[in-house]
């Protein structure tokens, strides 16, 4: 994929942590050449026991690996707001001008626990950051397309498709809208030049299966990373690698798919 993306302009969502998701997708487009914007949201990070990093030393390490030429721009934005998703799209096309990839990245996890703890607040919260504001970005992203080849666009759902999550019911109910989504938008944004897949990365470790912050004992973390064929939990750069795959014309055939990339998690 060496610079198999240059030219080509790529939105990447909740890139504000080193060890984060977002961060291992911005890398992995930066190097194959796009001109990148990437969205952070500190006051989310700064929430949760496995904290927030330096946004300018984020940005900074995502400099140096963009390709000579090559631009970045960032914006702090709070996607929890209803004209969130729209509001990302319009800073990023003020800034580089047409789009080519969304990455949806983003989300929260905050708040949430088993059915019993549920409140309206709780699940609207996540119904606005992980759904909403990616249905809404998307239907901006795709407005600016405008019909042309080669757009692509990649959203992020959780282990709900393949198991229960049974203490995690906001945020389940939030991803599992965009997996039963996928095919509905993805048949629509394909007659207009837009490729639409969704991952589930599986348990990735960005921080908070670290023992200090889990909320797990390391028994219990032990015992999960027993279940995968490698004896560890996925690291950002395993699902970015799909999804630099997906986004690029190597990946042209897939469309409307709901993937899992989890090392063999479930076997």
Request: contains cysteine; aromatic residues 6%; hydrophobic residues 45%.
């Amino acid at each position: 994929m060496s610079e198999g993306l240059r030219g080509r302009t790529a939105v990447v969502t909740g890139v504000s942590r080193r060890r984060g998701i977002g961060f291992a997708v911005a890398s992995r487009l930066a190097r194959a050449g796009a001109d990148l914007f990437v969205q952070h949201w500190q006051p989310h990070d700064a929430s949760v026991p496995w904290g927030a990093d330096d946004v300018d030393a984020v940005l900074a390490a995502l400099q140096e690996q963009l390709v000579p030429g090559a631009r970045l721009a960032a914006t702090s934005l709070d996607l929890a707001a209803p004209t969130g998703g729209e509001e990302l799209v319009a800073r990023a096309t003020d800034a580089l001008g047409h789009l080519d990839v969304l990455v949806c990245n983003h989300a929260t996890s905050q708040s949430d626990g088993p059915l019993a703890t549920q409140t309206a607040e709780s699940l609207d919260l996540h119904w606005a950051v992980n759904a909403r504001s990616t249905i809404l970005a998307t239907k901006a992203f795709a407005a600016q397309h405008d019909g042309r080849p080669g757009g692509r666009v990649v959203w992020m759902t959780s282990g709900q498709v393949r198991g229960a999550m049974p203490d995690e019911i906001a945020y389940v109910a939030s991803k599992a809208a965009l997996a039963g989504l996928t095919a509905s938008v993805a048949a629509d944004l394909a007659r207009r030049g837009v490729l639409l897949n969704t991952v589930n990365p599986g348990p990735v470790n960005t921080g908070y299966l670290d023992d200090a912050v889990a909320h797990l004992p390391p028994e219990k973390l032990a015992e999960i990373n027993a279940q995968f064929p490698g004896g560890r939990f996925g690291e950002p750069d395993d699902p970015a690698r799909l999804i630099a795959w997906l986004v690029s014309d190597e990946g042209r055939w897939m469309v409307g798919q709901v993937l899992s990339t989890e090392g063999g998690f479930d076997l």
